[in-house]
């Protein structure tokens, strides 16, 4: 605040000077009578005055005051909101909690739970867990629950056979000719699978082929040329749509032709859609998505999603042994409702191959890890 001194001739003339002079804020902070000589060298010739201080405040601090006390109601504002947010959060998930937290009914047996939960431990998610055990259940009449059908193993794969799709005629539809080709992210395993599935094929008694379109890496083609050759089956590399053709006009006395492509980075969305004129219009073809088991199950469900620009016929689970959540694998097949063709266990070619079977499926769910 500044301070200012006026000589007046009244009060009134005061206030109307203080107005107008320095604006409606300026206040007046005291008065005091002074005499002034109207000529200088003769005191007893004077006249009574009124001399005023004044308090004029700072616009320039008054405002910034003003600007703090603005910034700190915005902030009490923004607080209020959060915690207006916060409340409703907190009332929502009183009324209806989250899946995870969520009790399992109380309408199943003891036995029927544990199973449940043993399967949720090894990541099946809550609602395919209550999917599968709801299907190996019946109503027990005298318990008044829900209890497994037979005893824990028959129950568990009646449950897993009507909830999951296998692909369990595959040998009985090799009967005509049948490209099958693996797609997937790389490095999941889908030239060391091809391999495993060649030589499974063979045992079988049939005609197999096998043609690489993995032109992105080096040494690609060697390494399943190496098991092809040792197998003595025909093998062949395309690095176009046309010679994919011709490839397989070549092979087309064989009963089944082996499609091998180089892993593309499902965040790669054009390498992946590079594959779709290969499979353009390619009669009798199969296409199986491969995934590699350890990988996170929304991992997983992402890269199908990329690859689904192609026609995928069914799934194809690797690495099974490198992970102790199997459950992912159950999760992405019931939610897809894709067959799955064959899970691999392990880096041996030929031997770590298991076709898709139901018992297998149950046994890997009932194992008491160490
Ligand atoms: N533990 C384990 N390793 C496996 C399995 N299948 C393949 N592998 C290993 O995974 C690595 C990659 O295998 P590849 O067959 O080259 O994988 P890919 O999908 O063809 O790779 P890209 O062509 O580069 O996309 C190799 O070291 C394999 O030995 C399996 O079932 N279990
Ligand atoms: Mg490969």
Not at 21 to 32: E, F, K, M, N, V
Not at 256 to 273: A, F, P
Not at 318 to 333: F, W
Request: aromatic letters at 8%; charged letters at 30%; a neutral charge.
């Amino acid at each position: 605040m500044k301070i200012k001194k006026l000589v007046v001739n009244s009060l009134q003339e005061a206030v109307e000077e203080v107005r107008n002079l320095y604006g409606p804020d300026a206040t007046i902070l005291s008065t005091r009578i002074i005499k002034k000589r109207l000529i200088p060298f003769l005191p007893f010739i004077s006249r009574s005055q009124l001399e005023v201080t004044i308090g004029i405040p700072d616009t320039e601090d008054f405002s910034n005051h003003l600007k703090s006390q603005e910034s700190v109601y915005e902030e009490i504002n923004k607080l209020k909101e959060s915690l207006r947010e916060v409340v409703e959060l907190v009332k929502k998930q009183k009324v209806e909690p989250p899946e995870e937290t969520k009790p399992i009914e109380s309408e199943y047996s003891l036995r029927a739970l544990n199973l449940m939960n043993k399967l949720i431990n090894k990541g099946v998610a809550r609602d395919v867990a209550k999917a599968i055990i709801d299907a190996g259940c019946g109503y027990d009449y005298e318990l008044k629950r829900l209890d497994l059908k037979g005893e824990t193993y028959e129950s568990l794969k009646m449950g897993l056979e009507s909830t999951l799709n296998l692909v369990r005629d595959f040998e009985s539809s090799l009967q005509d000719f049948k490209i099958i080709a693996l797609v997937g992210p790389t490095g999941v395993g889908k030239t060391t699978t091809v391999a495993k599935l060649a030589y499974y094929i063979k045992e079988l008694g049939k005609k197999v082929g096998v043609i690489t379109i993995d032109s992105y890496r080096v040494g690609a083609v060697q390494q399943l040329k190496t098991f092809i050759s040792i197998m003595e089956l025909p093998f062949r590399t395309a690095d176009t749509p046309q010679r994919l053709r011709e490839c397989i006009g070549e092979l087309s006395s064989m009963d089944v032709v082996l499609v091998d492509t180089g892993g593309r980075s499902h965040y790669d969305d054009i390498k992946v859609k590079e594959l779709v004129p290969f499979f353009n219009k390619l009669p009798t073809l199969e296409i199986y998505f491969t995934v590699s088991a350890n990988m996170d199950e929304r991992v997983m469900a992402e890269a199908l999603e990329r690859f689904s620009v192609l026609p995928i016929k069914g799934l194809i689970f690797t690495k099974m042994d490198e992970t102790l959540y199997h459950g992912y694998v159950l999760n992405l097949a019931y939610r897809t409702k894709l067959p799955i063709l064959c899970w691999t266990t392990g880096q041996r070619v030929p031997k770590d191959l298991v076709m898709a079977n139901y018992e297998y499926l149950t046994k890997l769910f009932l194992k008491v890890e160490e």
